[in-house]
């Protein structure tokens, strides 16, 4: 029967995703209340007491959910400023990126990634058998813009994947940049989980409304605290929603999920509240990890810093503190093994996870 498994499946890589914290924790010996869980970028304070009470009282838990998220869409488009018909909700970012591969690739298409970056994006291409064709970025994560410029005109790539702020460094993409970019005859996924994090006005989501070629994904996973239901949303320009809502599972968001981030919208200057402690505690991190001599920290507009292990070794680092509870995120992958990523989590987390470092043998 392998035989029949499509080839380009057979080949390719697995999506490697952190191991769940409870499995963590038992492999460890340590109990989860013991553990410090900074390694996938998740929101510490958890789901609004709001959106709790309101999953527990669910109506219509046996009754499928609205395919077109129709509520949820109204209140994401006054939350955006992007009408509701430019907009789809999916099963988290994650469910968008791939919708977005499905309809444009097909096999032997060109995408462009810009390595170090999330992963899901090779991922998908992979998955429709597209040609994946990196553009590293700079020693400061900056984009080499020309090299894109001359790879599109010589690849010809329907699709040009780019987080702001990007995953692993937390750095914005400048205006000046997005907008070069977007004159190129390339659709620009714009993908922006971790924009609540970044200045306000960091955002290009309305722009959505005047390019033909930009597509903007957003989550509830990280701001709003509800990885573990899976919510995301994109805004797309007009004329790709017909094709979108053909191709799209029909019940692809639960009833709990649309539910729970309409009421999170509701209350989101509670989240607001909480998005600006992560902030706080993001700043007062960096700071401290500044005076740690075996880390180089790089500033980030995300909820999580990035630091380079400037002497010693990244992956004894991380096993170091994973052996003290202590989960961070290593990527054993070229250009990213002399570092480690660190979520934000609360100011108290922080501090305990300081002391950790400050106590290591120097150099780790
Ligand atoms: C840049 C980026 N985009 C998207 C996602 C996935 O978001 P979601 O949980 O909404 O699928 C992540 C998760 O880590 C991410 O880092």
Request: aromatic share 10%; net charge neutral.
């Amino acid at each position: 029967m392998e035989a029949f498994v499509r080839s380009h499946i057979r080949e390719m890589s697995a999506y490697e995703p952190v191991l769940p914290f409870e499995v963590r924790a038992r492999q460890l010996g340590i109990s989860p209340e013991h553990m410090l869980k900074l390694d996938a970028n998740e929101n510490p304070y958890g789901p609004l007491p709001e959106v709790l009470g309101a999953l527990s009282r669910l109506p219509y838990v046996h009754i499928y959910p609205d395919p077109e998220s129709g509520f949820l869409r109204e209140a994401l488009a006054e939350y955006t400023g992007v009408p509701a018909e430019h907009l789809m909700v999916g099963a988290g970012a994650d469910e968008l990126i791939d919708l977005i591969a499905r309809l444009f690739l097909e096999p032997g298409d060109a995408v462009l990634t810009c390595p170090p970056t999330f992963g899901m994006y090779a991922f998908v291409a992979h998955l429709s058998a597209a040609r994946v064709i990196p553009i590293s970025r700079r020693q400061d994560f900056s984009l080499q813009v020309e090299e894109i410029e001359a790879t599109v005109e010589r690849e010809r790539p329907k699709v040009l994947f780019l987080a702001s702020p990007n995953n692993p460094d937390g750095g914005l993409i400048s205006s000046a940049t997005l907008e070069r970019l977007l004159k190129l005859p390339v659709v620009v996924v714009l993908d922006e989980a971790y924009i609540e994090f970044a200045p306000p006005s960091s955002s290009h989501i309305t722009e959505t409304l005047r390019w033909e070629n930009l597509i903007v994904l957003r989550t509830f996973s990280k701001w709003a605290g509800l990885a573990g239901l899976r919510v995301g949303y994109g805004a797309f320009p007009k004329r790709l929603m017909k094709y979108l809502w053909k191709i799209k599972q029909p019940y692809n968001v639960s009833v709990a999920a649309q539910e729970a981030a309409r009421i999170a919208l509701e209350h989101r200057d509670e989240l607001q509240r909480r998005r600006d402690r992560i902030v706080a505690a993001r700043e007062a991190f960096y700071r401290e990890l500044r005076a740690i001599p075996y880390l180089e920290p790089y500033p980030s507009q995300a909820n999580f810093i990035l630091c380079r292990v400037v002497r010693g070794s990244a992956a004894t680092l991380h096993h170091t503190l994973m052996a003290r509870g202590v989960l961070v995120r290593y990527f054993n992958s070229p250009g990213l093994q002399d570092f480690i990523r660190i979520s934000i989590g609360r100011p108290e987390e922080m501090e305990k996870l300081l002391n950790t470092l400050r106590q290591l043998p120097f150099p780790p």
